[in-house]
């Protein structure tokens, strides 16, 4: 499969006798080090990363692409092996009116998960689009190639107010098959101001009848510029959670700058899917009001996930409020406030956000936050805290300098246990000019 994409990559520029009318590449290499008392927690890895897009000229109402997203990570004090290391595209994307095409390593659509193979879609006309894939199915989150063998057919329909997916998954080795899967992904705004979306995974295996490996239906409504209103509901089989990254906002804060992904990003359900559910139902309010000078910033939002494993249940309640366009809108001041039930025990959860901007240029940003976490069981109260500090500065050549610190401690049978982590992360951006024709 790559020896074709390579062929289709060389044969598109040479059809063009033209070089290519654009490049766009995103390279960030980071360093990331971990520091804690307990053995074995401690590391020092290096990550880099790679987003490449290459579009040729349009031939005869064509338009080629070549992807590639991917990272290596190099975990240095444990030999040098490999660490989260992941291809998510790596391929050729052809474009036309009537059809689409993808050849190499592409997401299913209607689907988070990768393929290696061929997948089109030929446009019927009025928003009707009937295709199909096939090909290899690599491992979900190493990404590494599988000998597992999928295809099926798909169907999109495309209108002013949404959009929706039906697509088809049968996966299996030289044993037999071992999923199936009914893919289903839509979005529609009925009226102004009213967006809903609907995704799911129906899974089947040999083991497991057939239960949703991901469902969710949310909700928006606008009623005014200022005011957002959201609900929805979620259900899935297996633990859909990277390890506390649901519940603790300092995580996120570091993951999306070493990982390049955040909370909000689709979180992927366990392929091998159990017999029991997870169900979750959520909403909340943000009220963000317009305005040139400082304005006031509030929010509400509560979820709760059940389980039939009371252990596994978890809930949240949080309040939010700040102040945003203070000091000519180089300052912002965010406080949450938060009730969180978590393995059985409630606990109070409070910090505060601060990201201020002192260049009047805007080439230097700096983002901190502290939070404090206590127990409300009242003969051993268990405090946590959390504190961080990044900073990005803007260098020239489209460089982009992001150094940061985490500190964390959580005592443990009254046991001052820290760990510090700290990043550095530099990001090239290259663009190449747009071609004259």
Same mark, same amino acid.
């Given at each position: 499969?790559?020896?074709?994409?390579?062929?289709?990559?060389?044969?598109?520029?040479?059809?063009?006798?033209?070089?290519?009318?654009?490049?766009?590449?995103?390279?960030?290499? !980071?360093?990331?080090?971990?520091?804690?008392?307990?053995?074995?927690?401690?590391?020092?890895?290096?990550?880099?990363?790679?987003?490449?897009?290459?579009?040729?000229?349009?031939?005869?109402?064509?338009?080629?692409?070549?992807?590639?997203?991917?990272?290596?990570?190099?975990?240095?004090?444990?030999?040098?092996?490999?660490?989260?290391?992941? /291809?998510?595209? $790596?391929?050729?994307?052809?474009?036309?009116?009537?059809?689409?095409?993808?050849?190499?390593?592409?997401? /299913?659509?209607?689907?988070?998960?990768?393929?290696?193979?061929?997948?089109?879609?030929?446009?019927?006309?009025?928003?009707?689009?009937?295709?199909?894939?096939? !090909?290899?199915?690599?491992?979900?989150?190493?990404?590494?190639?599988?000998?597992?063998?999928?295809?099926?057919? $798909?169907?999109?329909?495309?209108?002013?107010?949404?959009?929706?997916?039906?697509?088809?998954?049968?996966? !299996?080795?030289?044993?037999?098959?071992?999923?199936?899967?009914?893919?289903?992904?839509?979005?529609?705004?009925?009226?102004?101001?009213?967006?809903?979306?609907?995704?799911?995974?129906?899974?089947?295996?040999?083991?497991?009848?057939?239960?949703?490996?991901?469902?969710?239906?949310?909700?928006?409504?606008?009623?005014?510029?200022?005011?957002?209103?959201?609900?929805?509901?979620?259900?899935?089989?297996?633990?859909?959670?990277?390890? !506390?990254?649901?519940?603790?906002?300092?995580?996120?804060?570091?993951?999306?700058?070493?990982?390049?992904?955040?909370?909000?990003?689709?979180?992927?359900?366990?392929?091998?899917?159990?017999?029991?559910?997870?169900?979750?139902?959520?909403?909340?309010?943000?009220?963000?009001?317009?305005?040139?000078?400082?304005?006031?910033?509030?929010?509400?939002?509560?979820?709760?996930?059940?389980?039939?494993?009371?252990?596994?249940?978890?809930?949240?309640?949080?309040?939010?409020?700040?102040?945003?366009?203070?000091?000519?809108?180089?300052?912002?001041? /965010?406080?949450?406030?938060?009730?969180? #039930?978590?393995?059985?025990?409630?606990?109070?959860?409070?910090?505060?956000?601060?990201?201020?901007?002192?260049?009047?240029?805007?080439?230097?940003? /700096?983002?901190?936050?502290?939070?404090?976490?206590?127990?409300?069981?009242?003969?051993?109260?268990?405090?946590?805290? #959390?504190?961080?500090?990044?900073?990005?500065?803007?260098?020239?050549?489209?460089?982009?300098?992001?150094?940061? #610190?985490?500190?964390?401690?959580?005592?443990?049978?009254?046991?001052?246990?820290?760990?510090?982590?700290?990043?550095?992360?530099?990001?090239?951006?290259?663009?190449?000019?747009?071609?004259?024709?």
């Amino acid at each position: 499969m790559l020896r074709l994409v390579l062929l289709l990559l060389l044969a598109t520029p040479a059809l063009a006798d033209e070089p290519p009318a654009r490049v766009q590449n995103r390279v960030s290499l !980071g360093v990331l080090g971990v520091f804690a008392p307990t053995p074995g927690v401690g590391n020092l890895e290096l990550q880099l990363s790679d987003r490449l897009r290459v579009r040729f000229r349009e031939l005869n109402g064509v338009k080629a692409e070549f992807r590639f997203d991917g990272r290596v990570g190099f975990r240095l004090l444990h030999g040098g092996e490999l660490d989260r290391t992941r /291809i998510t595209a $790596l391929g050729l994307h052809l474009e036309h009116e009537r059809f689409s095409l993808d050849a190499g390593r592409f997401r /299913i659509q209607g689907s988070w998960r990768l393929a290696d193979g061929v997948q089109g879609m030929v446009r019927l006309g009025r928003g009707f689009e009937l295709g199909g894939w096939v !090909g290899e199915v690599p491992d979900p989150y190493t990404t590494a190639p599988a000998p597992r063998l999928g295809g099926g057919p $798909l169907f999109r329909f495309v209108h002013a107010k949404g959009q929706a997916s039906v697509g088809l998954e049968l996966a !299996g080795t030289s044993a037999g098959l071992d999923r199936f899967a009914l893919l289903l992904a839509g979005r529609v705004e009925p009226v102004k101001r009213v967006e809903i979306a609907v995704r799911a995974d129906l899974q089947r295996t040999a083991e497991i009848p057939l239960v949703p490996a991901d469902l969710s239906l949310s909700g928006t409504f606008d009623p005014r510029d200022d005011l957002r209103l959201h609900a929805g509901y979620s259900a899935w089989s297996g633990l859909a959670y990277l390890q !506390g990254l649901d519940r603790d906002p300092g995580l996120s804060r570091l993951a999306r700058r070493f990982n390049n992904f955040s909370i909000a990003d689709h979180t992927t359900a366990n392929d091998a899917v159990d017999s029991t559910l997870y169900h979750q139902a959520g909403g909340g309010l943000r009220w963000t009001p317009k305005g040139d000078n400082a304005t006031a910033v509030l929010g509400f939002d509560g979820r709760y996930r059940h389980h039939e494993l009371v252990t596994r249940r978890h809930a949240r309640a949080r309040l939010t409020a700040g102040v945003r366009g203070l000091l000519g809108d180089r300052l912002s001041l /965010i406080t949450d406030n938060s009730a969180v #039930y978590w393995r059985q025990r409630w606990r109070w959860e409070g910090g505060l956000t601060a990201r201020i901007e002192p260049d009047p240029k805007r080439v230097l940003s /700096i983002d901190a936050s502290a939070r404090v976490s206590v127990s409300t069981v009242t003969d051993q109260p268990r405090p946590t805290l #959390y504190a961080d500090l990044f900073a990005d500065l803007v260098l020239p050549h489209r460089v982009l300098l992001s150094v940061g #610190y985490r500190f964390t401690n959580e005592l443990d049978a009254d046991v001052w246990n820290a760990a510090h982590v700290a990043l550095v992360r530099a990001t090239w951006t290259f663009r190449a000019p747009r071609s004259r024709k």
